[in-house]
């Protein structure tokens, strides 16, 4: 589901530098398996998928480590490896209804959408109160532009769990794509209602004032999301961008909001990896610092 952070940060895009509880039955997943799913919350995706490999190199079968690093190779783009994870957890578990989801999604990114939507389909037969099948279709909707489409799905998987901050984070995306700002901010803080710790909502939030240019809501929500999680390097990223628009609001001294974006900026350098940066970075930091040369 970070995907939908993804989509809303690049569909606000840099600022132009043109001036200055799980049921008691359930038991505990694994330590290890647990730090994974850490890592990939915090888009973290190369390190989560070294630790999913280290689960599975000793165990083989490990259901539940197969589908995170399917999900970790999906948003690095590895569509390749994270279909023959799915393939293999579904060989050891048929009716998963995540495997299913998963593959669904892979299948219609791929163009092969009679195969995707029949597995799509089959996720739903297999478990028809899970809401994974939903919310994959429905991102499979936002990155090809089907933002009505999109809205459907996340409204059929809210009908069977109204309680998922990670869904209603996505359904802001959809309302955002369509024009109700409104409700996209009703759903954030609904979101944040039921996970109000989470940094990637608290983010996306940040986001959503930040195109509002309600900057001393979105600088709060960016310093909320930093201290929530310290290593979530897309907190960094979107608090320089607010940085750099509040430097270019200002008509005195906007050097110290140029240092505070260049400094935020080297953090999310330092935090991702160089093959999962935003493209235009190099140049964008080099503006800074030009800027920042000149600027008394």
Do not use: K
Not at 33 to 47: K, M, T
Not at 69 to 94: F, G, K, S
Not at 150 to 159: E, K, Q, R, T, V
């Amino acid at each position: 589901m970070l995907r939908m952070l993804l989509l809303f940060l690049v569909g606000w895009g840099l600022p132009t530098l043109a001036q200055p509880a799980a049921p008691e039955s359930t038991p505990e997943p694994p330590a290890l398996l647990l730090e994974a799913q850490a890592l990939f919350d915090r888009a973290q995706f190369r390190p989560a998928i070294d630790l999913y490999s280290q689960i599975l190199a000793t165990d083989p079968d490990d259901v539940a480590a197969l589908l995170g690093r399917a999900r970790a190779q999906i948003e690095i783009a590895n569509t390749d490896d994270a279909l023959t994870d799915v393939e293999r957890a579904l060989t050891l578990a048929p009716q998963d209804a995540l495997a299913l989801a998963l593959r669904g999604y892979l299948r219609l990114s791929a163009g092969q959408l009679e195969d995707g939507m029949a597995d799509i389909e089959a996720a739903q037969t297999a478990d028809p109160t899970s809401a994974e099948p939903f919310n994959y279709l429905a991102i499979y909707y936002l990155a090809t532009n089907q933002a009505a489409q999109a809205l459907d799905a996340l409204n059929a998987s809210l009908a069977l769990d109204p309680a998922q901050a990670l869904t209603l984070n996505s359904r802001a995306v959809a309302h955002t794509f369509l024009g109700s700002r409104d409700a996209a901010l009703a759903d954030l803080n609904a979101a944040l209602a039921i996970a109000p710790q989470s940094a990637l909502i608290l983010t996306n939030r940040a986001a959503f004032y930040r195109s509002l240019r309600q900057y001393e809501d979105a600088l709060a929500d960016a310093n909320a999301a930093i201290a929530a999680d310290p290593e979530y390097g897309l907190a960094y990223l979107q608090r320089s961008f607010i940085y750099v628009e509040i430097a270019q609001s200002r008509t005195a001294q906007p050097r110290q909001f140029y240092q505070l974006a260049l400094s935020d900026l080297d953090r999310y350098l330092e935090l991702t990896h160089p093959d999962d940066r935003y493209a235009r970075l190099d140049e964008y930091r080099a503006q800074i610092v030009q800027i920042l040369a000149r600027t008394p």
